[in-house]
């Protein structure tokens, strides 16, 4: 399963790992498998600001309201109100079907929007997205931003990596996946390094180094892959080890050690890096994710 901001990115939607994300919008998270190109699947939040601040569950109450008012089977789940219906655009010959989730004092509107005449040609196609739908909705969390929650990167994260890795590397994207096979994504970072090319207050230029070898780290171990940790703090691209709720942030790798005057040694550092991520994995102190595998 993976894990997505939608919204303010103070909420999550759990969904099986076929989908990737996009934001549209402030508001807005595209959801799609490249598998399925029939139909885009929208996921809006918005919160209301209810007359008395104490009441929690306005939005929740307000749609099993607007269900019974407009005669439509409600379904409750995990805190959470919502019912379905369809809508039919007939001036762009579209299918959208909508549903509408009442969650705390959010309303979440869920719309999959397909070409009509294949939704009518296509029904279990169309019943199968539907039902992926239904059952991502008891997914849907309120994150905690005292804890660390670790989310699966939306499209733009992993296109800021590959422009950051081009750009400082001074490769074609292309040429990517080729440098970190043949290991010559470390050694050019450590030329770099070397002929001191960024000074201290480089910060962005530094990072972007960082990226790189978090890039390389990740294609030469599976056992790693991107992620997005968001807290208290902020929202940052780091790297997820396995199955647990082990973090490192490669952005600043290079950049602190330079910051502190350190002299850099990426092969020690790499190494080092396996070896001390190996005797936390196998310690039994860190969370078992069912997401992000």
């Known amino acids: 399963m993976k894990l997505f901001e939608i919204g303010d990115g103070l909420k999550s939607i759990k969904v099986s790992n076929n989908y990737f994300a996009e934001r549209e919008n402030d508001r807005t998270v595209i959801l799609y498998d490249p598998e399925i190109d029939f139909a885009e699947i929208r996921v809006s939040v918005i919160t209301v600001e209810p007359k008395d601040n104490s009441d929690l569950q306005a939005m929740y109450r307000r749609v099993i309201e607007l269900a019974k008012e407009k005669e439509i089977k409600v379904n409750i789940v995990d805190e959470k109100s919502y019912y379905n219906y369809v809508e039919q655009n007939q001036e762009e010959d579209l299918t959208i079907f909508y549903f509408e989730v009442g969650y ?4 979440i509107i869920i719309s999959i929007t397909i070409n009509t005449e294949y939704s009518q040609n296509n029904e279990e196609n169309v019943e199968n997205i539907l039902s992926d739908v239904d059952s991502f909705i008891s997914t849907i969390k309120e994150i905690n931003l005292e804890s660390q929650n670790i989310f699966e990167p939306i499209y733009s994260d992993f296109d800021d990596i590959n422009e950051r890795i081009k ?12 440098y970190h096979d043949t290991d010559k994504t470390i050694h050019l970072i450590q030329k770099i390094i070397d002929e001191n090319t960024f000074q201290v207050d480089s910060i962005y230029e530094l990072q972007s180094l960082g990226i790189a070898l978090g890039d390389y780290i990740q294609f030469k171990n599976n056992d790693f892959h991107w992620a997005v940790v968001r807290d208290e703090y902020g929202r940052d691209i780091c790297l997820q080890y396995k199955t647990l709720a082990i973090t490192i942030f490669p952005m600043t790798m290079i950049s602190k050690r330079i910051e502190e005057g350190e002299k850099i040694n990426l092969s020690e550092i790499y190494s080092n890096l396996l070896h001390k991520i190996n005797e936390l994995s196998i310690s039994g102190d860190f969370a078992q994710l069912d997401h992000n595998t």
């Open 104 to 107: 705390f004092n959010h309303l």
């Open 167 to 178: 750009k400082i590397l001074k490769i074609s994207e292309d040429e990517i996946d080729s």
